[in-house]
């Protein structure tokens, strides 16, 4: 057995390439025991057997040379072979390296846009791209929605190995601003007040109440689709805000059975739900006296409270004229009284006798139904 000359002493060797200095990034440190296991054949290799020479005159070897040839079996060869490509790639540059471990071990992908679009699907087309997404930095700048990607890192169109981290800025909104109080102030100085603080009128509802000037602010809260205020009061620029104002106390409903109650009734009705009862009297033919017989307001209209409501009160049937039966002879006068309306209470002389006067007299106005009495002329 032969064994090879020239082998190292010491148990490792840095392999660097010739005329280089070692690099410490790239360079191999290859153990001497993980060489040798390589190199070594399978077996021992065994030198030919010693053919049989002379030496001729000139003193050279007649029959060949002193050893036969080596045979090195396959697996040995094999082994010599992953050897030397393990050396040689240990022995490139680390430029060739990085590169190789870049463009063939590591995809590569240009980043796309993310800036301006909104964190969900911007992340998930990074992730498609197996980037990581760090989204950890947000900051508040007018004129964005919360949520949306302000910038990235790196930029749009750069080539990036998968694995890569890309760093999103995610807005939280516009810069905030002090939710002025609003209760209380009218509704034209609420929307001054808004406007000053950047912010906007949102939704306006009018409400009824019964102490709250009309035109006035009863409450304000920010629109649905906002952000509430935070723990300082403080809410997004140009947050809409909603307004709830006084409309003033609530309608009242004229109530009915008005028309054919008593004056007295009529009016207490009224007064129970704060509308006042102005009553005028009219004379009726037929509505007892004090009895209303109409309204100025229909049953079911709606007033404002404190409004008045006009009721008219019979005070019976209108006076007439007594007849003027002066001349005539007792009985025929009694007839004309009576079917005007009047009762004839009596006659004082002869029935056949002419009617001197009348009590009351001709021409006065009195009631259907009055008493009368006729004086007649003695025989």
């Known amino acids: 057995v032969v064994e090879p000359e020239g082998r190292p002493t010491h148990d490792s060797a840095v392999i660097a390439e010739p005329g280089t200095d070692p690099q410490p990034n790239f360079a191999a440190v290859v153990d001497r025991t993980s060489v040798e296991s390589i190199l070594a054949p399978s077996e021992p290799r065994y030198l030919g057997p010693v053919k049989p020479f002379e030496i001729d005159e000139d003193g050279g070897v007649e029959d060949g040379d002193i050893f036969a040839p080596v045979e090195q079996s396959p697996r040995g060869r094999k082994r010599t072979l992953l ?3 393990i050396i040689v ?3 490139g540059t680390s430029g060739g390296f990085a590169y190789w471990w870049s463009a063939v071990r590591i995809p590569q992908h240009l980043v796309p846009q993310a800036e301006g679009l909104m964190v969900e699907p911007a992340t998930a087309a990074l992730k498609e791209l197996n980037f990581v997404v760090d989204s950890s930095v947000r900051e508040r700048r007018d004129g964005t929605e919360p949520g949306q990607v302000l910038s990235q890192s790196p930029a749009k169109g750069t080539k990036l190995d998968e694995g890569s981290t890309v760093r999103l800025t995610v807005s939280l909104g516009p810069t905030l601003r002090v939710l002025p109080q609003l209760i209380g102030l009218t509704r034209d100085d609420a929307v001054a007040a808004l406007t000053a603080a950047d912010l906007q009128l949102g939704a306006e509802t009018p409400q009824n109440d019964e102490t709250v000037p009309v035109g006035t602010v009863i409450s304000s809260a920010v629109s649905q689709d906002g952000s509430p205020p935070d723990d300082s009061g403080q809410v ?3 947050t809409k805000v909603d307004l709830v104002v006084s409309a003033g106390p609530a309608p009242r409903i004229v109530p009915s059975g008005l028309i054919g109650a ?3 009734q009529a009016r207490a009705a009224l007064e129970e739900i704060q509308l006042v009862a102005n009553i005028l009297e009219a004379y009726d033919n037929k509505a007892p006296k004090g009895q209303i017989i109409s309204s100025s307001a229909k049953a079911g209209d709606a007033l404002e409270r404190g409004a008045k409501v006009t009721l008219t009160m019979s005070i019976g049937p209108e006076p007439i004229a007594v007849p003027n039966v002066i001349g005539m002879s007792g009985s025929t006068a009694a007839s004309t009284l009576e079917s005007a309306g009047f009762i004839v209470e009596g006659i ?6 002419l009617v001197l006067q009348t009590d ?6 009195r009631q259907r139904g009055t008493s009368v ?3 007649t002329k003695s025989k």
Not at 360 to 365: A, D, H, I, S, Y
Request: aromatic content about 4%; proline content about 15%.
């Open 83 to 85: 050897a030397v490509a």
């Open 89 to 91: 790639v240990l022995l």
């Open 236 to 238: 997004p620029r140009d």
């Open 262 to 264: 008593s004056a007295e």
């Open 348 to 353: 004082e002389g002869s029935p056949t006798g």
């Open 360 to 365: 009351p007299t001709p021409g006065e106005k």
């Open 373 to 375: 009495r006729i004086f």
